[in-house]
């Protein structure tokens, strides 16, 4: 089979980069293993907020300028990273994902244990205050699932009241929920949220909470709503004269499996072939280093072709780079990988202090060339976190490398294609 | 200083609530005594709780130490009686490799043999059919009775019975200092690291029961025990690759045992000598993994590609002859010391040395001085009468009785608690529905367990429970027991802060062994809890709450000094 474009990884990033060809008529192919880190996302996209050295970053394209010359950012450019972080709001609502935050600047999100973490945009699920602190003289209402225990109130108002708000915690017990406890591992996430987009069983939990509410100046609920689509949101937010807010939960994270959902849709509805549940296993290279084909665990003999091939397989935990005791490997093309030699230095006996192997991945040009053997292959290029150079948990630049490399990794292949 | 008054002088204090010191509770209330245990941390979380969980037969000290073997193979038997739910009755296998003398079997069955354990020489093909993960290539094999044991479930078993008979238990309390009169120990100063309260206890007869501490416990009363810690590495495998324990057929050596264990295996151990101010805090290195891996190997030659969830090391407490300084003649049997003989202080004795085999046995023998001082004529008991758990029904029939459509959580909790687990509320739905999935703990376990158990924390829990001990190693489970804890200590930022350190106590076992799928898994705990949580932003980035908690609901403060 032959594309324009053949991304490996159906992630935020193999996403975005297949939309932004395919939009430019670029004829793509996605191939996903499946799940990808949306899944279990926070809700909310993170760029930049703290340096290497640890000082806080506030204005993300302003820290940047202090990033190493190897980090992504940095190979980008400050220039197109400007352009980039203003066009991402505008990209995601193309594609029917509504996005809240000042690009510019670092917000704060609530996190499933109380804490206010810096974020950069969020899903319109969520919400974004400026300082790490809410209204002293708040008084919330935080509503859980009677029963749901990936979402813990308490936590939420103990953060909450910190800054001095005032919380009261209730469980709704809903008829129709009741069922899922037939088996004893199904109230997760993805399963509430199917149950709460049945209208009737929405209506049941709203006029339970409006029997509840006592003056309170705003709701909180656990984002379990709107698997399908976000309509579920706005209609709850309508339902109640209330503020209503919705908190992150443990994973799976139902707001992030909706975007994941909605931007392949898109890519699809413009024409782009997503094959979900497949593996790329092999990959065929010419003496000059260049990727003649791949070919999957599903096709079997049948390969795919592509002028430009994209690999965007994620980290670890996706596959996409596996640690041996001894190495660390890139597994479809081999390719060269920078990481530090001894095991002893890959990580760090506080599981929260900076983690090396975070930053470890497949080495790449300044145009995000993959580099097999030292050398650079002509037409594959690697972005999001199959990328070394940048610790995306220390420095909280785990979603803007996954959409920055992406943009910029679709624009060298449309300006290839223009050069040709 | 607050003391407590004069109508809680004990007959015995105990320190120490690894098994020793829980079992020689038991057997000092079981006589009738005034008992009370003291721990610095929770029980169980010394060398106890850290070996291989071998139920030995005693074949592997046949040869070499006759008298241990004879020790071993008489607890086997009786643990299999009275301990029914904390023990398996696998066998084992002593393996000959290719590489190893065929002719040391032969020593091996007479000498087994002659200290009272059965052992019979088994065909190896024979033995392959019977445990198809050994090495292929083994020259000859011998089984033998040993099996596996529940190190935490059988001195939780001997905390609840010595609780039973009047026992008084204070976990998270250290003895800081002995209290004299003249040349008698009367009692000890204890400092309560929840409340941070210093108390005064007293008691006509202390027992040292520390494992490896106790030479720094007898210290402070300026007494010297020579002791050499001997730190022991291990790993745990994801998948119970092997239903017989395997072991080699040659003298003991390193990484020579794998003992399967509920849904796991252990391979173990490495034996290295370490100085005695590390003890607090030993830690597992590459090359001792490498040692382990290898060695295991060729015991079972899947474990090559079996994923390893930890690596974890404890310290064994040997004991150097009192004549022999220099720490060359040491003995691994039971070391029974009264002080006042040996040393002039009346009032106080150590128990030491031994194996978590043979605690039963080491408390006997203290439980005995301390009835001969006391002018006591009680018999001991012990190697008769069933533990709580293993009194009625074995975990079978109990699950078996509890049945309904939702047979796992049932199952589980009943080979976790025995016939206690009559008491687990699985009477609803949400009772039963799952916390740890990896472990089938259901929510009414660990509720269970909060209420009845004395949890203090989630490591406490992980130990009753097994929440967080499965291939994720925590990683939703955690954050679902911590609110549950949360809710049932009323403070939810202790709990956040009980959850931090619960994920990087489970790092500290995966980290010796982060590569493959526990380096995947690690990622993914850190994607959600550094990265969803935020947990990796450190406390001056943000205004930290100390974990002051309003009084809502009940407090897990209580007067006085922390006990169970």
Known sequence: MRFDTVIIGGGLSGLVCGIKLQK???????????????????????????????????HPLEGMRHLPSTHPYSRIGQDRMKEYVSATTGFFADCGVPLCGNPLVNSYRLSPTGDFCPAWLSLSDFFLIDEPAVDPGARILIVNIFGYLDFNPAFIAAGLEKSGATCRIIAVKLDEMERLRSNPSEMRATNIAKVLDKDYVRSELVSAVSKELKGE???????????????????????????????????????????????RKHFESIGGTYLLGDTVDRA??????????????????LKLTADDYVLATGSFFSKGLCASPEKITEPVFGLDVDYVADRKNWYDTDLFATQNYISFGVSV????????DGRPIRNLHAIGSVLGGYNALQEGSGAGTAIMTAFRVADIIIEKEEKR | MKTVSNDSVYDVIIIGGGATGAGTARDCALRGLKVLLIERHDIATGATGRNHGLLHSGARYAVTDRESAEECIKENMILKKIARHCVEKTDGFFLTLPEDDLGYQKTFIEACRAAGIEAEAVDPKEALIAEPSANPTITGAVRVPDGSVDPFRLTSANIIDAKLHG?????????????????????????????????NRYGNIIVNAAGIWGAGIVRKAGISINMFPAKGSLLIFGHRVNNVVLNRCRKPANADILVPGDTICVIGTTSDRVPYDTIDDMRVTPEEVDLLLSEGMKLAPSLEHTRIIRAYAGVRPLVAMDDDPSGRNISRGIVLLDHETRDGVKGLISITGGKLMTYRLMAEMATDLVCAKLGVSAKCVTATE?????????????????????????RSSAGRHGDMAKSISHDTEYDLSLVCECEDVSLGEVEYAIENLDVHNLVDLRRRTRVGMGTCQGELCACRAAGLLAKAHG???????????????????MYPVSWGETLRENEYTLWVYAGVCGMNRKSEDKPEAKSECKSKGKSVKKEGNHEI
């Open chain 1, 24 to 58: 430019v008529g670029k004829k793509c192919c996605i191939v996903s293993a499946g799940q990808s880190a949306l899944h279990f996302s926070s809700g909310a996209f993170d760029i930049l907020d703290r340096l290497p050295d640890g000082t806080s970053v506030r």
């Open chain 1, 365 to 372: 040009t300044d145009d995000f060339q993959a580099v097999k």
């Open chain 1, 217 to 263: 100046s705003a709701i909180i609920f656990p984002a379990v709503f709107g698997l399908e689509s976000d309509s579920v949101i706005s209609e709850i937010r309508n339902s109640f004269d209330t503020k209503v807010h919705f908190a992150t939960t443990m994973p799976p994270s139902v707001p992030g499996i909706r975007t994941q959902r909605k931007l």
């Open chain 2, 491 to 509: 403070c939810a930022s202790k709990a956040v802060a009980d959850l931090r350190n619960f994920m990087n106590e489970r790092w500290k076992g």
């Open chain 1, 284 to 301: 065929e290279l010419s003496d000059d280093n260049t990727v003649l084909s791949v070919g999957t665990v599903n096709f079997g003999d």
């Open chain 2, 167 to 199: 026992a008084h238990i204070l976990v998270y309390s250290e003895v800081t200092d002995f209290i004299f009169d003249n040349d008698r120990v009367v009692g000890v100063k204890v400092r309560d690291h929840v409340s941070g309260e210093e108390t």
């Open chain 2, 386 to 410: 069933p533990l709580p758990g293993s009194r009625n029904d074995s975990p079978e029939e109990i699950s078996d009785r509890m049945s309904s459509v939702y047979a796992n959580p049932m």
